[in-house]
């Protein structure tokens, strides 16, 4: 897979142009902002890391996790979300141009990644939520592998609530700090790429454990500090993107935050696959990236290295792409 598949170098330009946009219409100069504790450990030791678009990231002394800090109000991030033109440029023209691309390469992988990691635990999926489901293509890929599985779609977006009806799954229109009536409901509750925008981490964990029965997984995979692409690119990293982006945890901040939720038996992988090409796309563009960097120039000039060194940063917990998966336990929340 390359990241050109999955984020054409138009369509991503215009989204962070948008982004950029945004971030000046909706979070003004002069508008409070709040120095908040390590969203992963709770720390309050941390030091300002860089700054983008206006907003500023900490960087915890405790655990090393990236975070925008201080923070506007929630009703801004609120009002920001209801009406962004960067979102619905995401929902109505980017997703859709790689839809079909994204089933193939991302969500069928991840069907087949996600059912090893439950199977090897003994744990059969009879009702999954996925959390934030924008079109329903990973529920639509794992109900081929799980016909009789109850699928449910928490997806606050209308439009996208829509295709998921469409496709006939059971569908909650709303945040998911919003959902009643689903307490203890899956086997599996999982959630890609949403923990990185969420305004209040633990307290989005700890309700999507809620919705988790007693015994069950909880499955997030977002993106990660620790990561090759964003460590060497840093501020020029495209994933560091406010106001979307806020949250980028390290491995230790995973295992915090989820402790700190209440789950048991954590494990944090790495399985991300895009982290050099990122970093030889970006140095493409602009070589003073790799001034100085005879060693990593080299490795990244040679394409049979370069794809053993992703593969080394995956299965060492240094890529960016973030897998965290722990156990609801009987006696949670008691
Ligand atoms: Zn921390």
């Known amino acids: 897979m390359r990241e050109e598949d999955i984020r054409p170098e138009a369509l991503a330009r215009r989204y962070y142009e948008l982004s950029a946009q945004d971030a000046d219409r909706c979070f003004p100069a002069g ?15 941390a030091g300002p890391a860089l700054e983008k678009n206006g907003f500023a990231y900490s960087r915890c002394g405790d655990c090393g996790t990236l975070y925008q800090s201080p923070r506007p109000s929630i009703g801004a991030f609120e009002a920001f979300y209801r009406d962004s033109e960067s979102s619905n440029y995401w929902s109505d023209v980017f997703f859709p141009a790689v839809a079909e691309v994204r089933r193939e390469k991302i969500f069928r992988p991840r069907v087949e990644r996600l059912a090893a990691i439950c199977e090897a635990q003994g744990q059969p999926v009879e009702s999954i939520v996925d959390v934030g489901a924008g079109f329903g293509i990973f529920l639509d890929e794992w109900r081929k592998r799980y016909p009789a599985a109850r699928c449910i779609a928490v997806e606050p977006s209308a439009h996208l609530a829509a295709e998921c009806r469409a496709k006939g799954f059971e569908v909650v229109e709303e945040i998911a700090e919003n959902v009643v009536g689903y307490d203890g409901v899956a086997d599996l509750v999982a959630c890609f790429e949403v923990l990185e925008h969420v305004y209040q981490p633990l307290d989005f964990l700890r309700t999507l454990t809620s919705l988790a029965r007693p015994g069950g997984f909880v499955f997030v995979s977002t993106l990660g500090v620790d990561g090759f692409d964003i460590q060497t690119l840093w ?11 806020i949250n980028f945890l390290s491995v230790a901040g995973f295992e915090r935050l989820f402790a700190r939720a209440g789950l048991a038996d954590v494990a944090v992988t790495t399985p991300g696959q895009l982290d050099v090409d990122i970093v030889r796309n970006a140095a493409a563009k602009d070589p003073t990236i790799l001034d100085g960097q005879r060693f990593l120039s080299e490795l990244l000039a040679d394409d049979g290295r370069a794809a053993a060194f992703q593969r080394f940063l995956a299965d060492n917990r240094l890529s960016s792409h973030c897998w965290v998966i722990g156990r609801r336990p009987e006696n949670w929340g008691n």
Do not use: M, T, W
Request: proline share 12%.
């Open 31 to 45: 508008q409070e902002r709040l120095a908040i504790p390590c969203v992963g450990c709770g720390s309050e030791d």
């Open 235 to 245: 501020e020029k990293s495209n994933a560091i993107f406010p106001p979307h982006h």
